[in-house]
């Protein structure tokens, strides 16, 4: 079956740390997305990748950073510089970005602050 | 900048009533998607609409692109407990992703 696989579902840091969210697809999509989503609340873009080699960022990308080597690939690192990481983190994937291109969504990682 | 808003912003309901939720925006766009995300889980598309006035239904949801093309609204009809969860409105162009911030529903056994 085709889908999108985020890895781990849950994640502690030490403050101070970097951590590496995980965001595979086999939808073979063009376009892949991350955002954050605190408690009761809607989805922030943090970036996103429209093809291999490139990615812009979104609303809210200071403290990550992501890299884009692979098509199917897409990590995010919460970088020591978030100072508020603890967060449930959505990757998704679309096959570009446009006009009505629905995006596909893994299950989550929920980051949190030991 | 481009923003949607959806209201309500919550709602508690009994099981087996209907549900009505809408979202708005200031710019006029030609796609409406509407997504539900279970608590936990990612979203999931529900009912995507292309043309102004288009009514499309899947299963007990409904959705419409309004005529002024500004807005969309959704309807569920005889709620059921599995209809809990967060639902997003979505209109990303061809270079700016945009999620409405969400209908929290609760239904009530």
């Known amino acids: 079956d085709g889908g999108i696989t985020q890895s781990p579902k849950y994640l502690f840091r030490k403050e101070g740390q970097n951590v590496t969210l995980s965001c595979e697809q086999n939808?073979?999509?063009?376009?892949m997305y991350w955002y954050r989503q605190d408690p009761g609340q809607g989805l922030r873009l943090i970036y996103y990748?429209?093809?291999?080699?490139?990615?812009q960022k979104g609303d809210i990308a200071e403290g990550y950073s992501v890299s884009r080597e692979k098509k199917e690939s897409f990590p995010l690192t919460v970088t020591s510089a978030q100072k508020n990481p603890t967060a449930f983190y959505l990757c998704a994937s679309s096959i570009g970005v446009g006009w009505g291109q629905p995006q596909h969504f893994g299950d989550g990682t929920r980051l949190s602050i030991l | 900048g481009q923003q949607l808003n959806q209201s309500p912003q919550s709602m508690f309901i009994q099981e087996g009533e209907d549900v009505s939720m809408n979202c708005t925006s200031s710019s006029i766009f030609n796609t409406w998607l509407w997504y539900k995300q279970d608590p936990g889980e990612g979203p999931v598309l529900l009912i995507a609409?292309?043309?102004?006035?288009e009514l499309t239904s899947n299963g007990r949801l409904t959705a419409q692109f309004g005529i002024t093309r500004k807005d969309s609204f959704l309807n569920i009809s005889a709620s059921i407990p599995s209809d809990v969860g967060i639902y997003f409105c979505d209109k990303t162009s061809y270079d700016k992703v945009i999620f409405g911030p969400g209908t929290s529903l609760s239904v009530i056994p």
């Open positions: 939808l073979n999509h063009d376009a």
């Open positions: 609409l292309y043309k102004a006035g």
């Open positions: 990748s429209q093809i291999v080699n490139d990615f």
